[in-house]
T-cell receptor, first 115, second 112 residues
């Protein structure tokens, strides 16, 4: 299968600071990338969908000014958690999909801890 | 949007037995139903998927069945092994972007 790389795998930050998470498709062009959040022992919740070169579409209840998504190229999307608070601590996972395909491939996830 | 329900939330089977996990979905327009296996702290891994134009698909010890009329699909794992222990998620697509809605997950424990 295709390879999606996500970095960092773990990050600890102080309240009020911002954190950037990168999601790269290594061997295919990802026209669409998805960002999920997963709290302990819970399911994956879609936060937003991004298409290369256009603004991200956010799910209901997700603050677009807090979770900034940039999909500037066909191989890279970034999620920036701005002014992070302890309640933002979670496992953030991206997935990437090539144009015309249904299957999406997941990055390895980022464990964010806000202290 | 799509609503996906998954049962059971936990499942314990003895090694060699079969395991069945069931999901229902709400959007009749959904046409893609993947199943993911997630180990603790790891990414979800696609183990099998099915599209709405078929009723069953099998890959070695894993099979998935789909009943479009009833809007439910099931994962069947035969001859379970300890390494099958993980959390399994079903999902269904929806919308023009073919987003995925995930079920709540099933924690499968295969005991010796």
């Amino acid at each position: 299968g295709a390879v999606v790389s996500q970095h960092p795998s773990r990050v600890i930050c102080k309240s009020g600071t911002s954190v950037k998470i990168e999601c790269r498709s290594l061997d295919f062009q990802a026209t669409t990338m998805f960002w999920y959040r997963q709290f302990p022992k819970q399911s994956l919740m879609l936060m937003a969908t991004s298409n290369e070169g256009s603004k991200a579409t956010y799910e209901q209840g997700v603050e677009k000014d807090k979770f900034l998504i940039n999909h500037a190229s066909l191989t890279l999307s970034t999620l920036t958690v701005t002014s992070a608070h302890p309640e933002d601590s979670s496992f953030y996972i991206c997935s990437a999909r090539a144009g015309g395909y249904t299957e999406a491939f997941f990055g390895q996830g980022t464990r964010l801890t806000v202290v | 949007g799509e609503n996906v329900e998954q049962h059971p939330s936990t499942l314990s089977v003895q090694e060699g037995d079969s395991a069945v996990i069931k999901c229902t979905y709400s959007d009749s327009a959904s046409n893609y139903f993947p199943w993911y296996k997630q180990e603790l702290g790891k990414r979800p891994q696609l183990i099998i998927d099915i599209r709405s134009n078929v009723g069953e698909k099998k890959d070695q010890r894993i099979a998935v069945t789909l009943n479009k009329t009833a809007k439910h699909f099931s994962l069947h794992i035969t001859e379970t092994q300890p390494e099958d222990s993980a959390v399994y998620f079903c999902a269904a697509n929806y919308g023009t972007a073919s987003k995925l809605t995930f079920g709540t997950g099933t924690r499968l424990q295969v005991t010796l």
